[in-house]
């Protein structure tokens, strides 16, 4: 996510299945699609006769910290060979290829991955040419086909994207749906007494203000705040917080109308020094 | 995914929540992001004060054809302009803020999204600058945080790959989990007579060629054979097939056969001859 570097204090998550990028044609996207594999937690990179070479200067600066896995990125001349060690392999394409496979999202082809590496057969997850994919010749040598669920009027993703979503449904897998962090643990809710003590004072304050304009509708328009209140789940800590919310604007309001009150009493007084030296003839 | 271009003759998919990036650095993430949004179905895109100023020719190049998108953006000096008209927003952080507010995955946060919408409530996802995300502050402005399951170790992703995330999270919550196509309809499975009637003739060639070379182990070798052939769930079509590829091997082989009696017979009778030449004294 932006706004969040690489931080070497903590493990570097590793493992997955491998991904092969099948004759990348631009540095940029295998740094890209490294970047995304690190991300999310996969590192072994098969890349299959890189148009530009290897290694590639701009692979290395889109991969934005993720080094080692281009470091370790392991050079075929064609998929075949690539897939060697393979127990499973899928194909992604946006395309139908009329062939009899399986056809997966990246969520149901993570859950398969994660089944078949536990039990110990190695999977492949691979990508084609930024232009035109893979060939129908490379798809027939994998098991199953991985499509994602685009726009059909504009279905050409980024190569790296592609990558990204694969490797974020691996790691939504791999982590069982965990997330780096949850929302700061809760304190329990408020006893009852407290929120009634609450709801006392603020009823109390909001009289004495002069809230409830009509007596006939005053006591609906009390269960309307208290059911404001109650659907918050409000908290022990909360209560004390909105406490002193009511205290600070009851106080204000005494403030603010004692310097009223002040101020009436300086111009009354002054009204009153000038009417004294009109009267005296000044 | 690499490999399919746009396709004018299929509908836009258009809709879903607007998406917000705060003091977007650069044009070229704000067009992948564009483009993230297209291939994935959502539309609406709104940009707090980018930095290079717009429009940016940069970004219309990295949109890849999202034109569209860039064009119908919406400027805003501050995201708390940007949030107007919006009921719900969700802030994209990969930090913990230690605020009380929910913390969904991309997949939580679509089908919050999904759920909202559909209920009139519009909803915005939330992304911050590339280097520093979203401020505490901004962060405060929304209902709820959506983060995803990365790397402790190497957390920072690009910015038009986490929009990319979103968006395919929505898309997949939008379509129910649907694929752009799926495998081909399926013949049903064969007829068991017709399968049997494949054994049989598989065996029977297995027979004649030779393979069972022990009389004793036969049967368990037949066994493993059809057990092969039973686990792939084979179909008429299929059947015919391997009728044929079994009928092509025996003839391939009496052909090699014919070829090399052929071939004996011509050296045979070519020995013939030279005893005869060597008998006449030539």
Same mark, same amino acid.
């Given at each position: 996510?932006?706004?969040?570097?690489?931080?070497?204090?903590?493990?570097?998550?590793?493992?997955?299945?491998?991904?092969?990028?099948?004759?990348?044609?631009?540095?940029?996207?295998?740094?890209?699609?490294?970047?995304?594999?690190?991300?999310?937690?996969?590192?072994?990179?098969?890349?299959?006769?890189?148009?530009?070479?290897?290694?590639?200067?701009?692979?290395?600066?889109?991969?934005?910290?993720?080094?080692?896995?281009?470091?370790?990125?392991?050079?075929?001349?064609?998929?075949?060979?690539?897939?060697?060690?393979?127990?499973?392999?899928?194909?992604?394409?946006?395309?139908?290829?009329?062939?009899?496979?399986?056809?997966?999202?990246?969520?149901?082809?993570?859950?398969?991955?994660?089944?078949?590496?536990?039990? %110990?057969?190695?999977? =492949? *997850? $691979?990508? &084609? #040419? +930024?232009?035109?994919?893979?060939?129908?010749? !490379?798809?027939?040598?994998?098991?199953?086909?991985?499509?994602?669920?685009?726009?059909?009027?504009?279905?050409?993703?980024?190569?790296?994207?592609?990558?990204?979503?694969?490797?974020?449904?691996?790691?939504?897998?791999?982590?069982?749906?965990?997330?780096?962090?949850?929302?700061?643990?809760?304190?329990?809710?408020?006893?009852?007494?407290?929120?009634?003590?609450?709801?006392?004072?603020?009823?109390?304050?909001?009289?004495?203000?002069?809230?409830?304009?009509?007596?006939?509708?005053?006591?609906?328009?009390?269960?309307?705040?208290?059911?404001?209140?109650?659907?918050?789940?409000?908290?022990?800590?909360?209560?004390?917080?909105?406490? %002193?919310?009511?205290? =600070? *604007? $009851?106080? &204000? #309001? +005494?403030?603010?109308?004692?310097?009223?009150? !002040?101020?009436?009493?300086?111009?009354?007084?002054?009204?009153?020094?000038?009417?004294?030296?009109?009267?005296?003839?000044?």
């Amino acid at each position: 996510m932006p706004g969040s570097g690489t931080d070497s204090t903590k493990p570097w998550t590793a493992g997955g299945p491998a991904v092969i990028l099948v004759e990348p044609q631009l540095g940029e996207n295998i740094g890209s699609a490294a970047r995304a594999m690190g991300n999310f937690g996969l590192s072994r990179l098969r890349i299959v006769n890189p148009r530009e070479g290897w290694p590639n200067e701009k692979a290395r600066i889109f991969s934005a910290g993720a080094d080692r896995i281009l470091e370790q990125a392991e050079l075929f001349p064609d998929l075949r060979a690539a897939l060697s060690g393979t127990r499973y392999a899928f194909a992604a394409t946006a395309r139908e290829r009329g062939m009899a496979k399986p056809v997966l999202g990246a969520d149901g082809a993570a859950a398969e991955t994660l089944a078949r590496l536990s039990s %110990g057969e190695d999977v =492949a *997850l $691979v990508f &084609g #040419r +930024e232009r035109t994919g893979l060939y129908t010749e !490379e798809v027939s040598l994998c098991d199953a086909i991985l499509t994602l669920p685009v726009n059909p009027a504009f279905a050409s993703l980024n190569l790296a994207t592609c990558v990204a979503v694969a490797a974020y449904e691996w790691s939504k897998a791999a982590s069982a749906g965990g997330l780096p962090f949850a929302p700061p643990d809760r304190s329990p809710l408020a006893d009852k007494a407290d929120l009634f003590a609450f709801f006392d004072h603020l009823e109390g304050a909001l009289e004495e203000a002069g809230f409830f304009r009509s007596a006939e509708k005053q006591p609906s328009t009390t269960r309307n705040i208290r059911n404001i209140f109650h659907r918050l789940g409000l908290t022990k800590q909360d209560l004390a917080t909105l406490h %002193g919310a009511v205290a =600070a *604007l $009851v106080e &204000g #309001r +005494e403030g603010r109308e004692a310097r009223k009150a !002040e101020n009436n009493a300086r111009a009354a007084q002054k009204a009153v020094e000038r009417r004294a030296r009109r009267e005296s003839g000044d």
